[in-house]
């Protein structure tokens, strides 16, 4: 951990925290069955740097990650600490937008089934028909020109830009991408988005029209979530102590 203690002023403690955390989230997404085989990423800026970055490696399933093997990148995708390589689409996608956000200290990206199917769909938009929806109000970006595989910066760097300051990105024919604060609200994001989704989609198949919430009601009501910012912490906490510290697991080692 030499390379890590001479970037990080704030302690190691924070770094090994943030790496824990990192594989928790990783693998409790694959108990979820959010994550899609080896592909999708996640990202955390290191604690204590600005260019320096967490990225799962690419060859691993994300139900097998550790935290030793979580790998560390500098701001310009090269591998500085870890032994395997990280997702090129990962690398091009997540450190533009990570730099650009204001919240853009953990990017997570997954195609997940139910918000991908909105991804997949004309004109496909997240409406306010359930509560899940209203607390992603205002808050959600849509790319609606799918390019082919993120191969290169300029496309994380285009994603970037439709992004702006928004916490949802919504990629065509694609997935999603969510960017917080902390790696337990990233996750919180990404687990609702998908529910409000997931409701969205299923009354959508019984052909009748959706009951939209009225505006009034919509915004009164994100005004409340806003009220229960901890909420994510405590919801990581809790699925790290079911899905994790009961069964013993070494996702910290």
Request: charged residues 25%.
């Amino acid at each position: 951990m030499a390379v890590v203690e001479k970037l990080i002023p704030a302690g190691e403690d924070k770094v090994r925290q943030a790496r824990a955390d990192l594989a928790a989230a990783l693998r409790i997404t694959a108990k979820l069955g959010m994550n899609e085989g080896i592909d999708n990423h996640y990202t955390v800026r290191v604690p204590g740097t600005t260019d320096r970055y967490f990225i799962n490696p690419k060859p691993l399933h994300w139900a097998e990650v550790s935290a030793s093997d979580i790998l560390i990148v500098d701001g310009g995708g090269k591998v500085i600490e870890g032994k395997l390589p990280p997702s090129r689409s990962g690398v091009c996608i997540h450190l533009p937008i990570s730099k650009a956000h204001p919240r853009g200290a953990c990017v997570f990206h997954l195609h997940m089934p139910w918000s991908t199917a909105l991804t997949a769909s004309e004109g496909g938009r997240l409406e306010m028909v359930h509560q899940n929806a209203v607390r992603f109000h205002d808050d959600v970006a849509y790319d609606d020109d799918f390019n082919g595989l993120a191969t290169e910066p300029a496309e994380g760097e285009r994603m970037a830009r439709i992004m702006g300051d928004k916490t949802v990105l919504f990629l065509a024919n694609h997935g999603v991408i969510v960017a917080a604060e902390s790696i337990a609200e990233a996750f919180d994001q990404l687990y609702f988005i998908e529910r409000a989704c997931q409701i969205q989609v299923l009354a959508m198949s019984t052909g009748r029209p959706l009951r939209v919430i009225p505006d009034d009601v919509v915004r009164a009501t994100k005004e409340q979530y806003g009220r229960f910012r901890m909420a994510s912490t405590q919801h990581f906490e809790a699925l790290k102590r079911i899905y994790l510290d009961r069964e013993g697991s070494n996702y910290a080692a």
